[in-house]
T-cell receptor
């Protein structure tokens, strides 16, 4: 099955700096890559996603890039703020058949933004 | 606020109790999911319902029994749980129940379950 690796496991940045989280996947059939933010006591919240026919997507301070050849994708957060502090999960999905679009998650990155 | 509502938010139960977790969504989604999440770990898939039919059971012990009464509701019935079953139980839904990969899954805030 699909294997998703995520790095780093922890990331500390100063407010206003940029943060980058990287993920790799193993199955070239994966074609959908969401990113989730999970705050303490909450469920995972979808913050951005990208499909395999797109190389980059941006939403305000958040961007995701995808390199299908290398099988890796990254989350970029610019101008970080303390409220960006949370655990971030990447995921990959293979559609169709018995997989039913199931998500394969990375192990998560604890991002801390210091004021 | 999340569009997937889970109740209760917290549940403490003994190993001999029977309880149920509930999940509701009104987005017209046709796929619904149960996940289990331990502290500092990613969510682990337990069950998938597609068009109100159980489609995936990830070899979950029979002390967990899912039910999908209609397209908006998902239950998880619990019986004779073990202390290691203590975790955050998350419900999610996605628009298409037909196995399309690129349908975002939307999560609820979960039920924090503690087994005494």
């Amino acid at each position: 099955g699909e294997n998703v690796e995520q790095h780093p496991s922890t990331l500390s940045v100063q407010e206003g700096d940029s943060a980058v989280i990287k993920c790799t996947y193993s199955d070239s059939a994966s074609n959908y890559f969401p990113w989730y933010k999970q705050e303490l006591g909450k469920g995972p919240q979808l913050i951005i996603d990208i499909r395999s026919n797109v190389g980059e997507k941006k939403d305000q301070r958040i961007a995701v890039t995808l390199n299908k050849t290398a099988k890796h994708f990254s989350l970029h957060i610019t101008e970080t703020q303390p409220e960006d502090s949370a655990v971030y999960f990447c995921a990959a999905s293979i559609g169709g058949g018995s997989t039913l679009g199931r998500l394969y998650f990375g192990r998560g990155t604890q991002l801390t933004v210091w004021p | 606020d999340t569009e997937v509502t889970q109740t209760p938010k917290h549940l403490v139960m003994g190993m001999t109790n029977k309880k149920s977790l509930k999940c509701e969504q009104h987005m017209g989604h046709r796929a619904m999911y149960w996940y289990k999440q331990k502290a500092k770990k990613p969510p682990e898939l337990m069950f998938v319902y597609s068009y109100e039919k159980l489609s995936i059971n990830e070899s979950v012990p029979s002390r967990f029994s899912p039910e999908c009464p209609n397209s908006s509701l998902l239950n998880l019935h619990l019986h004779a749980l073990q202390p290691e079953d203590s975790a955050l139980y998350l419900c999610a839904s996605s628009q298409d129940g037909g196995g399309q990969a690129d349908q975002p899954q939307h999560f609820g805030d979960g039920t924090r379950l503690s087994i005494l």
